[in-house]
């Protein structure tokens, strides 16, 4: 059976020790730590990482930082954690390339909960083995490979992350059906919804910009203003 590393990152020790108390509990789980962004970074180059725990506010390279560093050659899904609760912060974390975020203090079940969300969806994603087999929806020259978790525009691959390609995938396969917020997010992040307008937002927001020749008149993710958002049949 596979183990998955799971990268914590937090200037703060007892925090990182915490958190790996907390995932000991989870099953086939191995916990790396890093004190700041540059640990990080070179823990990403030695070590294959599933999921990262990422601290926003920390000494010689911040969270903020750090993501964008990581999202420049990899999509592995990134928890942001910070003592911020405010949205400004949330989204600036999430427009950044991070697929979660969790605040200080934060409830251990809540943490464990949302790093095996986001395990399922990495490993399911297909970073740990591709299938020959193709199984494709295709929308005009926007083509999803179910199988191998490819997406391509005009033949050209486009590098989406887990979450953007759920949310495409779940648009995709019920076209012409209009989605809320709400809808989206118990649907890709398959938990209860709590406020996720700015969340969904965010990460349609960047699914545009990677598969849209003009985000500001998008061919295939429509909104329906007050409503949600779909791709037409």
Not at 27 to 45: F, S, T
Not at 184 to 207: C, D, K, M, Q
Not at 215 to 228: A, N, Q, S, T
Request: with cysteine.
């Amino acid at each position: 059976m596979s183990t998955y590393n799971v990268l914590v990152v937090d200037d703060e020790k007892e925090i990182r020790d915490a958190i790996e108390v907390y995932l000991r509990s989870t099953e086939n789980v191995n916990i790396i730590k890093a004190a700041d962004g540059l640990e990080a970074l070179d823990a990403l180059e030695n070590t294959e990482i599933h999921v990262i725990i990422l601290d926003v506010m920390m000494p010689k390279l911040d969270g903020i930082r750090t993501c964008m560093k990581i999202r420049e050659k990899r999509n592995i899904p990134i928890i942001m954690l910070s003592a911020k609760s405010e949205d400004t912060d949330k989204i600036l974390g999430l427009n950044i390339g991070a697929d979660d975020y969790i605040t200080k203090p934060f409830n251990p079940l809540e943490l464990v909960a949302r790093v095996k969300s986001q395990l399922r969806r990495y490993v399911d994603w297909g970073h740990t083995s591709k299938i020959a087999n193709s199984n494709e929806i295709a929308i005009d020259e926007l083509v999803i490979n179910k199988d191998s978790h490819i997406v391509t525009l005009d033949g050209t691959e486009i590098k989406l992350t887990p979450i953007e390609y759920d949310i495409l995938l779940l648009l995709a396969e019920n076209r012409g059906r209009v989605f809320s917020s709400e809808a989206i997010y118990e649907g890709v992040w398959h938990e209860p919804a709590f406020r996720p307008e700015n969340t969904v937002s965010v990460h349609i927001r960047r699914l545009r910009k990677k598969i849209e020749i003009n985000p500001k008149d998008p061919r295939f993710v429509k909104v329906i203003w007050g409503v949600g958002y779909k791709i037409e049949k």
